[in-house]
């Protein structure tokens, strides 16, 4: 892949945001012996080896909440070959059990591919055993892991994390155009590629999201929900840093990628609000002179790098309304609106431009009781592991060819029969 070398830069504390990368080429072709990742200062070529380095060591999760099974199988198709896929589903159960249906693709997709994936469900009574057994009984609600796309990642990220890869990614399963992801998951591993960091996150924006306007295709630049949120995100940035700056462009990024040294250390928000408080996070306990308990010395020292990414393939994915939109709107504003280090000033912006949106009482369209986790290091792997495979009934290791472990614990039964499915499954 070949795409800008990042060179614009805005710095808060040992964080750096850099200014958007454009791809010019998807395909840059393998290294001729150039082991120079830049050419000049402006391009930087990722050979198509270095891509495969880095996804050895990369997992893909996907989140899927009654997905269309078509949507999913193409996303499948489309992760480079290299990445374990895993697959955290919150899908309905009953009447129809549509987890069932999913994991037959990821086994057959597996099978047919010689892949590894790693499969659970998000309301699995086992799954939030095992983070109560691992003394992180943070992310459980009514004995289960809550709902909510925030909690699906961060399942995700301590699967990934049990099976020792060093980077994680994310892709909707919602996504019209296969080869987009491929795309996304290319970019991830380029610029981890590139990164200096043990700590670095890469964040995607589109360079079009089509849309049916008056029965033709509109391609518009940005979502309603992003514009909103880059916004007040780079208003919080500047009041931070004393600049006014447009650096951030991808505050509500669901397709982003972060190494797990930086994943173990975030905290991470419920929901939607996921994206936009992963920057929050970084301005709070690292960007300001405030006493945050965490500044661990080896991040200060090392630095935080986060990439963005404008990639060439459209974003086509399920319309799911305009409500659900607003929903999303307000849940990033919200974050920004309870962070500490929110100035007044920002919020009153906040609350004029929801009155200007024509939002009554702004206080309570903001009051969303966003829940806030604390980073996921603290887990307790092996007793976590033990768990997952002893009551998770849901919780499969798909490999193929061979049926290794993907996850390094003590033996335990398989729960994963070829022919029956997940154990406990009856479907
Ligand atoms: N495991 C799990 N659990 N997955 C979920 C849940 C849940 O509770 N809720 C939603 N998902 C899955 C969806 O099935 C989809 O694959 C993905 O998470 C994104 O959800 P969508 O409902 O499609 O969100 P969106 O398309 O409106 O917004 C996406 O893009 C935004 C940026 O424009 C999301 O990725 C947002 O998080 C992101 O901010
Ligand atoms: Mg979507």
């Given at each position: 892949m070949r795409l800008t070398f990042p060179y614009q830069t805005e710095r808060l504390g040992p964080v750096k945001v850099y200014g958007v990368q454009h791809v010019f080429e998807l395909d840059s072709g393998?290294?001729?012996?150039?082991?120079?990742?830049?050419?000049?200062?402006?391009v930087a070529h990722i050979p198509y080896n270095t891509l495969v380095r880095v996804q050895r060591q990369m997992a893909i999760v996907v989140p899927c909440r009654d997905e269309r099974l078509k949507l999913l199988e193409g996303v499948l198709a489309a992760v480079p070959h290299e990445c374990l896929v895993i697959l955290v589903s919150n899908s309905q159960?009953?009447?129809?059990d549509r987890y069932a249906m999913e994991v037959e693709s990821v086994e057959r997709f597996c099978r047919f591919n010689h892949r590894s994936a790693l499969v659970v469900h998000q309301r699995d009574p086992g799954l939030a055993d095992a983070f109560a057994a691992a003394?992180?009984?943070?992310?459980?609600?009514d004995g289960r892991v809550a709902d909510g796309k925030g909690e699906g990642m961060m399942v995700g990220i301590a699967l990934a994390s049990l099976a020792g890869r060093e980077y994680v990614g994310f892709v909707d399963a919602?996504?019209?155009?296969p080869g987009s992801v491929t795309e996304y998951v290319n970019a991830y591993a380029a610029d981890f590629a590139l990164a200096r960091t043990p700590y670095s996150m890469v964040r995607i924006c589109w360079q079009s999201k089509p849309k049916v306007v008056d029965g033709s295709l509109f391609f518009s630049r940005w979502g309603r929900v992003s514009e909103t949120t880059n916004r007040f995100l780079n208003l919080m940035l500047a009041e931070l840093t004393g600049f006014g700056t447009e650096?951030?462009?991808?505050?509500?990024?669901?397709e982003h990628a972060m190494s797990l040294p930086l994943a173990l250390r975030l905290r991470f928000a419920s929901g939607y609000a996921v994206e936009p408080f992963e920057l929050i996070d970084l301005f709070e306990r690292f960007g300001t002179?405030?006493?945050?308990?965490?500044?661990e010395a080896d991040v200060m020292r090392r630095g935080i790098e986060i990439y963005q990414v404008e990639t060439r393939n459209p974003h086509f994915?399920?319309?799911?309304g305009d409500a659900h939109i607003e929903d999303m709107r307000l849940a990033a504003l919200a974050t920004i609106f309870d962070s500490?280090?929110?100035?007044p000033r920002l919020r009153d912006e906040i609350r004029e431009f929801l009155k200007r949106e024509g939002v009554d009482d702004p206080d309570a369209a903001l009051t969303r009781g966003t829940a806030v986790y604390p980073p996921?290091?603290?887990?307790d792997w092996e007793s976590f592991a033990r768990l997952l495979r002893d009551r998770a009934v849901t919780f499969a290791e798909v490999a193929y060819?061979?049926?290794?472990?993907?996850i390094d614990t003590p033996p335990l039964p398989l729960t994963w029969n070829r022919r029956t499915g997940p154990a406990g499954d009856s479907a």
């Open positions: 393998p290294s001729l012996g150039d082991t120079s990742l830049s050419w000049g200062t402006t159960r009953e009447p129809v003394g992180y009984p943070h992310i459980l609600s919602d996504n019209y155009v650096a951030i462009r991808t505050g509500n990024a669901g002179a405030q006493d945050h308990p965490m500044p994915h399920e319309d799911k500490e280090v929110c100035p996921l290091e603290t887990v060819p061979d049926d290794n472990r993907i």
